[in-house]
């Protein structure tokens, strides 16, 4: 499966998990490999998609609050696992074992997750820490708050 991580995880890091972690079944990706940093989410997710794109990593948990990038997401068929809220705040180190602890479950996570289903990793380490789980997406109020987001912009 081919994954992209978005800007909220740097590509040094995501260079890392794919030379230290990164199983023979998947490949990761940056948005700098897709010239998309900067670019909208909705955009870069779309074209992702289009490439043969599977699932994103993302940093920035406002991204299930956004009712285009939604859209895009589930309409693609892309898989999202959302990185706890906690993570981009955290000091580089500490974001480092997080992601490290918690690749091989987002992997299996991803193998056996649905296409459009949106997934968040829970804060700590450890098998106390909880486990990945979905995020309740009401797809019908997004696509409500896009509709009206576009008429307002006409």
Same mark, same amino acid.
């Given at each position: 499966?081919?994954?992209?991580? +978005?800007?909220?995880?740097?590509?040094?890091?995501? /260079?890392?998990?794919?030379? =230290?972690?990164?199983?023979? +079944? @998947?490949?990761?990706?940056?948005?700098?490999?897709? /010239?998309?940093?900067?670019?909208?989410?909705?955009?870069?997710?779309?074209? @992702?998609? +289009?490439?043969?794109?599977?699932?994103?990593?993302?940093? +920035? @948990?406002?991204?299930?609050?956004?009712?285009?990038? $939604?859209? /895009?997401?589930?309409?693609?068929?892309?898989?999202?696992?959302? $990185?706890?809220?906690?993570?981009?705040?955290?000091?580089?180190?500490i =974001?480092?074992? %997080?992601? @490290? %602890? #918690? #690749?091989?479950?987002?992997?299996?996570?991803?193998?056996?997750?649905?296409p459009?289903?949106? $997934? &968040?990793?829970? #804060?700590?380490?450890?098998?106390?820490?909880?486990?990945?789980?979905?995020?309740?997406?009401?797809?019908?109020?997004? &696509?409500?708050?896009?509709?009206?987001a576009?008429?307002?912009?006409?």
């Amino acid at each position: 499966m081919k994954i992209c991580a +978005d800007e909220n995880v740097a590509p040094k890091l995501s /260079a890392r998990i794919r030379e =230290q972690l990164l199983s023979a +079944d @998947f490949t990761l990706n940056t948005v700098d490999d897709h /010239a998309a940093r900067g670019v909208e989410d909705e955009i870069w997710v779309r074209k @992702f998609a +289009d490439a043969g794109g599977g699932a994103i990593v993302g940093g +920035d @948990f406002n991204l299930t609050k956004k009712p285009h990038e $939604l859209v /895009a997401i589930k309409e693609t068929g892309l898989r999202l696992i959302v $990185l706890n809220k906690r993570w981009p705040r955290e000091k580089l180190h500490i =974001q480092i074992s %997080y992601l @490290f %602890y #918690w #690749w091989p479950h987002i992997e299996e996570m991803l193998r056996s997750s649905t296409p459009g289903e949106c $997934l &968040q990793v829970p #804060w700590g380490w450890g098998e106390t820490e909880g486990r990945i789980c979905p995020i309740k997406i009401d797809l019908q109020r997004a &696509q409500k708050q896009l509709k009206r987001a576009r008429k307002r912009t006409k």
